[in-house]
């Protein structure tokens, strides 16, 4: 069984940071590509990917402001995440698309709260 624990998540003022962690445990055999994706009112939206080659992806509306970063060793994301704004808002999900046993599958956590003040 795996599990993603996300945390990291809270209130902060605009143009505040914050820093999200996402560690992923369980019978891992490889974990391929590990990301952010937040939801908000219009739905569910890429934020920012990395895969274990070092490949990075970020929306265009975080670009320069949030940065992603693996410990492939702790099987862990982070999304650190500067010159916050208020439409910054939004539940945060992390995503592993990794390995087990059973073959491969995307996983993903429970979601954690941020809100950006103005």
């Known amino acids: 069984q795996v599990q993603l624990v996300e945390s990291g998540g809270g209130l902060v003022q605009a143009g505040g940071s914050l820093r999200l962690s996402c560690a992923a445990s369980?019978?891992?055999?490889?974990?391929?590509?590990m990301g952010w994706y937040r939801q908000a009112p219009g739905g569910r939206e890429l934020v920012a990917t990395s895969t274990t080659g070092g490949r990075v992806n970020y929306a265009d509306s975080v670009k320069g402001r949030f940065t992603i970063s693996r410990d492939n060793a702790k099987n862990t994301v982070y999304l650190q995440m500067n010159s916050l704004k208020p439409e910054d808002t939004a539940v945060y999900y992390c995503?592993?698309?990794?390995?087990?046993?059973?073959?491969?599958?995307?996983?993903w956590g429970q979601g954690t709260q941020v809100t950006v003040s103005s």
């Open positions: 995503l592993a698309e990794l390995t087990t046993t059973r073959g491969s599958d995307d996983y």
């Open positions: 369980g019978s891992i055999f490889s974990i391929n590509v």
